[in-house]
Nanobody, 114 residues
Framework: VQLQASGGGLVQPGGSLRLSCAAS????????MDWYRQAPGKERELVAT??????YYADSVKGRFTISRDNDRNTRYLQMNSLKPEDTAVYYC??????????WGQGTQVTVSS
């Protein structure tokens, strides 16, 4: 399984970005995909993940970020609105296979600054 993340960039506070993560390879083996981020000097943290038919969002992004999917394109999206400087991080897509193996995308930089 290969994961290709894109859509990062520089945005002003209050702005929006949409990240994409395209999966390829043995996509039929994927159980679920989610998003993490890692800010400078901090540990990687979970941003959003499917959970029991719904979606878990980190408290810091709840109400501002939304994940969605396009099954035809094997792509997951992370819509980020009302961005804050503290959202600055490298964002990673992550896939868990049905056999519990995990794969990571290469990361895409999001910088929120005026």
């Amino acid at each position: 399984v290969q994961l290709q993340a894109s859509g990062g960039g520089l945005v002003q506070p209050g702005g929006s970005l949409r990240l994409s993560c395209a999966a390829s390879g043995r996509v039929f083996s994927i159980d679920f995909m989610d998003w993490y981020r890692q800010a400078p000097g901090k540990e990687r943290e979970l941003v959003a993940t499917p959970s029991s038919g719904s979606t878990y969002y980190a408290d810091s992004v709840k109400g501002r970020f939304t994940i969605s999917r396009d099954n035809d394109r094997n792509t997951r999206y992370l819509q980020m609105n009302s961005l804050k400087p503290e959202d600055t991080a490298v964002y990673y897509c992550h896939a868990v296979l049905k056999n519990r193996l995990e794969y990571w995308g290469q990361g895409t930089q999001v910088t929120v600054s005026s």
